[in-house]
């Protein structure tokens, strides 16, 4: 019996693993690693080499360079790369279904097509996006949502946001959580708190760190030795300079931003922090904080419905604007270790709920069903 072949977007495996490119990859890594493997072939199409291995027999490769105005001005793993390179690729291979992993998908494939929408925010919110970024994902992502036999979903919350915007039928949409990657720095070393705020993710304005600086400014203007460490790549609009906001704080030698960290780096960050604060007001999930509750590390979120559904009781919430509450929170968890411990206890039964063995074989069982027209 011939192997079933299941082509995948790979690109957002190339590079640094953040984001989708960790989603795909934990899924991946299953994938390939079941007892059944050899029963299905993986064909991975991106534009360069994909670093991570994967058992013999599993995977095929596709290095799919850009082509055409791709090549010429740049864009050799985005638009004009999946809607002409890759679209040609795929049309050309013997697949049995088709995954894009990040929102949009080469229109037009001759297979089955399954896509993951993990929020709709440029939807929702279009002045959080350049006007020309926003028209093209909300362009692209109607179009893959309309063609896809299924849709993968991060949240209850997210399901109801593309029925609402993509007008999306409920049948086709499925609810699969992904997994919390625990992170560890130095096995059977434990490292002292410090008085330090955390905060890790893409920096968006929906995740409102000019606030989150402020309110650190205000809980330990009279710790001098805490600090603020945010984490990830700024990708705001309209831009934000953080920088000059912790400047105008008179807290710029207590912040420190860095675009990005290895693993190993993020975990040390987790050891140590006594809070960790994410403050956005519109998530499709929000993982960084589950790794936050894996590692130990209270955590302080915006009261959101999606927020509710994903960490339940074993965070804080703080309402938008209420910038007193936000303050209060910090400086009671940077000064009080014990009292964090309330919600931490919770923490256990919130991370149960979510696995990437179980996504891996939830997500691979609806593929496995569209490819064979099985329900």
Do not use: C, K
Request: aromatic share 8%.
């Amino acid at each position: 019996m011939m192997p079933l072949r299941i082509g995948v977007d790979a690109r957002e495996i190339l590079g640094d693993s953040t984001g989708v490119g960790r989603y795909l990859g934990e899924l991946l890594r299953r994938w390939t690693t079941r007892s059944d493997a050899r029963s299905r072939r993986f064909v991975l199409y991106a534009p360069g080499l994909i670093p991570l291995p994967f058992p013999e027999g599993t995977v095929e490769h596709r290095i799919i360079p850009a082509r055409g105005l791709g090549s010429i001005f740049g864009s050799g793993r985005g638009t004009w790369w999946e809607q002409t390179s890759l679209r040609h690729a795929v049309r050309r291979e013997p697949l049995d279904v088709f995954f894009a992993p990040a929102y949009t998908a080469p229109l037009g494939v001759p297979v089955p097509l399954a896509v993951t929408i993990h929020d709709v925010s440029f939807f929702a919110h279009p002045e959080w996006f350049r006007p020309r970024e926003g028209m093209r994902r909300r362009w692209l992502t109607a179009r893959a949502a309309a063609a896809a036999s299924v849709i993968f979903t991060d949240s209850e919350f997210s399901r109801a946001e593309i029925e609402t915007h993509l007008g999306a039928d409920r049948s086709r949409i499925r609810v699969i959580p992904p997994g919390v990657t625990p992170r560890h720095s130095i096995p059977g070393r434990r490292e002292p708190r410090a008085p330090l705020v955390l905060y890790a993710g893409s920096i968006f304005n929906r995740r409102r760190l000019p606030q989150l600086i402020a309110a650190f400014a205000a809980a330990t203007a009279d710790m001098r030795e805490a600090r603020l460490v945010i984490v990830g790549d700024d990708r705001t609009w309209p831009p934000q300079d953080l920088r000059a906001v912790a400047e105008e704080l008179g807290v710029a030698s207590r912040v420190d931003l860095l675009s990005y960290v290895d693993d190993s780096a993020l975990a040390r960050l987790y050891a140590r922090a006594a809070v960790f604060a994410f403050l956005s007001e519109y998530e499709g999930f929000g993982l960084t904080p589950l790794e936050a509750l894996a590692a130990g590390v209270p955590v302080l979120v915006l009261d959101t419905p999606v927020a509710r559904e994903v960490y339940g009781g074993a965070v804080s919430y703080v309402d938008r604007g209420d910038e007193a509450g936000t303050v209060s929170v910090i400086r009671t968890l940077l000064t009080q270790p014990e009292a964090g411990r309330s919600t931490l206890a919770r923490a256990p039964e919130v991370l149960g709920r979510y696995s990437w063995d179980r996504a891996a074989v939830e997500t691979l069982a609806a593929l496995e069903r569209i490819a064979t027209g099985t329900r």
